[in-house]
């Protein structure tokens, strides 16, 4: 099963055509589908919603390089699911732990808003990381595009599991249970907007870790 697209991933004509732009304008940036980070025997796995122009998509690793991941990864060391220290580097060695963080959307979208074929094409990537995570125990979806991919993959329906902040969804795919947890993003926006603080974003990561503690 591929978990990660090709370099040169083409599943998307719009997301295709700003990857080009970005290659020309900013020529030392990653500029392509990023991978998932973490090992795939990990019990937990982070979706958010798409690589940020300057974040993920200038450094090659997930949530790193901008706010979300200033936010993100500073919690996930006092949670115990990273070590090291995190510095906006694909290079800074920070290591994750029993954890592993991916993207709805492989490549970064114009004005940071995939649409929805582009979340539809990428799906499949999502839904092979989920099967080959075969320890895997809790999902956390940042954001609601996150969530309703994961019910896609999963075959849930909307109605039954409507995105909630803190919400703890039981959920159950290929004769397997596992938990999906809803946050809001941790996006620089959300942040200023208050809809989302860092001690709610922390609160979140102290229910996973009683969760995960209970299943050891």
Known sequence: MQVNPKSN???????????????KKFTDFHNGPVESFGEL???LLIVGLAPGLKGANKTGRPFTGDYAGDVLYSTLIKFGFAKGLYS???????????????NAVRCVPPENKPIGSEVKSCRSFLNSEIKSMVNLQAILALGVTAHNSLLACLKLSLKDYAFKHSVIHKVSNDNRSFKLIDSYH??????NTKRLSVEMFENVFESITKLLSSTE
Do not use: E, H, M, W
Not at 12 to 23: G, H, S, T, Y
Not at 88 to 102: A, E, F, H, P, Y
């Open 41 to 43: 025997d990990s019990r």
């Open 186 to 191: 941790c996006s620089r926006y959300n942040i």
């Open 88 to 102: 906006q580097s694909k290079d800074d060695g920070l290591k994750l732990l029993d954890c592993r963080i991916t």
């Open 9 to 23: 991933c083409n599943l998307c004509p719009r997301l295709v055509d700003f990857r080009k732009a970005n290659q």
